[in-house]
């Protein structure tokens, strides 16, 4: 195991002139050098430094794009703590990510002007870049000949902090190391040995952990093209063109891909040697379909608190009831197992973070012999296949793969005193209420309209069920 600064260093010495990093330009790509992309990250890890952020937190908080793919291995390889965060988070909730760990800048995107406005103001003792605008200027400020910057040797030193969703109270805050990061590689290596002959098409957010290691981080390893598809409408027409070998996806997207079925579209799953499915449980019917269609579909379960994957498929495994085979480098447990095995899965390794760094969490949590109760529950075979049943806890699992805790949406409703009672709940893969009120019906819908713009798009509540506030006696 090495760190980024080392994988980044051999890197240069065996793929320079390799093309790396694909962007779309007009109605074509692109396409950076390995060399030329490490020149461009070790010249803006020089002004980073030299701008005093040496084993700072830099958050970045930016849709895909290239320039954020440069100074997420930047800030880690180089510089300090790299705090990815949601660009479609609220003000409320960046505020609360603000509240829980010091950070010394923010790199954002044009689209998130506006509303950083109100944010540099409250937080004046912050640094703000506009990535598109910065990063350029940034690079151009640090080039210099010579060796580059010293990489950061410490593998169990803090390199991302991830959250956890947080509506109503401060989110959990993920502290994760190189070692954590990189634990995983071997066994998956083993399992789907990606190389410098595959080519990926990137359709996820980065900020994911299940993104930004499997489909970004471990190419420095691999020396896999990428492809950032930053537009998710054009999903299926880039997978046609650039008839990638590794797609990393969501169930929500296979459900598209499903529902656009072509021959051409199926040839071109087909020519893919791994399609990762994680984030979320996955139709067994839908995946039978790509299965049986020759596709090589593989499901992945994982956590961001595991640095992402726990279990995946193996390639030609006839079980497809199971959600993958739990990874050998790790040790999984099923906690207090019920008459036919099931209980909540506990999960123990080098990929496992250390621990929250704030305890105000309540739905899972590390224990004293370093297993991390998941709040999944599970069965666990003697194959090692796991088979999912459930939450322990009352959340919500939207099908990109986005966790909503009804907990924390039930408590916001309620701070209306004239809401008696509120009960959230799946419908469609988004969250539901039903509450209880004796406001007018347009009241409580104008309510509910202030609640969801706290909220970012993936929490906000679609559907709102009312029910009168009855007297004490009266028959419902």
């Known amino acids: ?30 396409a950076c050098t390995f060399g030329g992309a490490i020149d461009e990250i070790r010249s803006l890890s020089r002004t980073l430094l030299k701008k005093g952020f040496q084993n700072k937190n830099l958050m970045l908080c930016s849709e895909n794009s290239r320039e954020w793919f440069l100074l997420y291995l930047g800030i880690m390889g180089y510089v300090g703590t790299c705090v990815p965060v949601d660009p479609t988070w609220t003000e409320y909730d960046l505020s609360h990510t603000l509240s829980v760990i010091p950070v010394s800048a923010v790199f954002y995107s044009r689209k998130q002007k506006n509303r950083m406005r109100t944010m540099k103001e409250e937080h004046p003792d912050v640094s703000w870049f506009c990535i598109e605008d910065a990063v350029p200027l940034l690079i151009r400020e640090g080039q210099a000949p010579g060796c580059p910057p010293a990489g950061r040797e410490d593998m169990d030193r803090t390199a991302m902090i991830l959250f956890t969703s947080g509506t109503t109270d401060v989110p959990k805050a993920i502290p ?61 027409q880039d997978l046609l063109e650039v008839r990638p070998t590794v797609v990393c996806t969501v169930p929500l997207f296979l459900y598209r891909m499903y529902d656009a ?4 579209l199926l040839e071109a799953l087909r020519h893919i040697r791994f399609l990762y499915c994680g984030g979320s449980f996955t139709d067994p019917a839908v995946k039978r379909y790509f299965i049986r269609q020759g596709v090589c579909l593989l499901e992945a379960y994982g ?15 006839p079980d497809l009831v199971s959600n993958g085979v739990v990874f050998e480098n790790l040790e999984v447990r099923i906690l207090d197992p019920d008459e036919e095995g099931i209980g909540e899965i506990l999960v123990r390794g080098e990929s496992v973070s250390g621990g929250y760094l704030d305890q105000n969490g309540c739905y899972s949590e590390f224990d004293q012999d370093g297993f991390y109760h998941t709040g999944d529950l599970g069965r666990l075979s003697d194959t090692g296949h796991l088979y999912l049943k459930g939450r322990k806890k009352r959340m919500i699992l939207t099908a990109n793969g986005k966790n909503v805790y009804v907990d924390e949406l039930e408590e916001l409703i309620l701070k209306h005193p004239k809401i008696k009672a509120a009960r959230v709940f799946e419908q469609n893969y988004h969250p539901a209420a039903t509450v209880t009120s004796d406001l007018p019906e347009t009241e409580v819908q104008a309510y509910m309209d202030q609640v969801n713009r706290c909220l970012p798009p993936y929490k906000q509540i679609r559907k709102i069920y009312i029910k009168p506030d009855l007297p004490e006696g009266r028959i419902k």
């Open 1 to 30: 195991m090495k760190t980024i600064s080392e994988y980044l260093n051999e890197d240069y010495g065996k793929w320079a002139d390799r093309p790396w990093i694909h962007t779309r330009q007009g109605d074509g790509w692109q």
């Open 176 to 236: 994760l190391t190189q070692r954590n990061l990189f634990a995983n590689w071997d066994t998956l290596y083993r399992r789907t040995p990606m190389t410098e002959c595959d080519v990926s098409c990137v359709f996820l957010p980065f900020h994911h952990v299940y993104t930004g290691v499997a489909n970004l981080l471990y190419t420095i390893i691999s020396g896999m093209q990428l492809f950032l598809c930053t537009d998710r409408k054009r999903m299926i």
């Open 261 to 264: 079925m072509t021959d051409e």
């Open 303 to 317: 956590t961001t608190e595991t640095s992402s994957v726990i279990a995946l498929a193996v390639p030609g495994d």
